[in-house]
Nanobody, 127 residues
């Protein structure tokens, strides 16, 4: 059974940084796309970033140049380094994964519909 557990959320001031982690278990990550999506109150889910062995990393326009997704295969852990945070980055962030053969190629905007997701971690950015 696939399980994803996020950690690392919290509060930061605008311009600051936070790093999220997601420990995965129950599957072989080489056959899966892994990514992050977020949901702010009253807003739709937004795919933030996705990573795969074949295609590397892709990002939404809203975080490009500020966020970095990475993966430690030995630890089966996914990360999201968030720099230069903005108040509009405030949201619950979710780690998600799905089999790579379900998609032609990985896109950040598909991450919210991935089959497996964690419980979410809150990120709050203040001025």
């Amino acid at each position: 059974q696939v399980q994803l557990v996020e950690s690392g959320g919290g509060s930061a001031q605008a311009g600051g940084s936070l790093k999220l982690s997601c420990v995965a278990s129950g599957y072989t990550s080489d056959n899966y796309y892994m990514g992050w999506f977020r949901q702010a109150p009253g807003k739709e889910r937004e795919g933030v970033a996705v990573i795969s062995r074949s295609y590397g990393a892709t990002y939404s326009d809203s975080v490009l140049g500020r966020f970095t997704i990475s993966k430690d295969a030995d630890k089966n852990t996914l990360y999201l380094q968030m720099n230069n945070l903005l108040p509009e980055d405030t949201a619950v962030y979710y780690c998600a994964a799905d089999r790579s053969d379900a998609y032609f190629y990985p896109r950040a905007r598909d991450v919210p519909v991935y089959k497996y997701r964690g419980q979410g971690t809150q990120v709050t950015v203040s001025l």
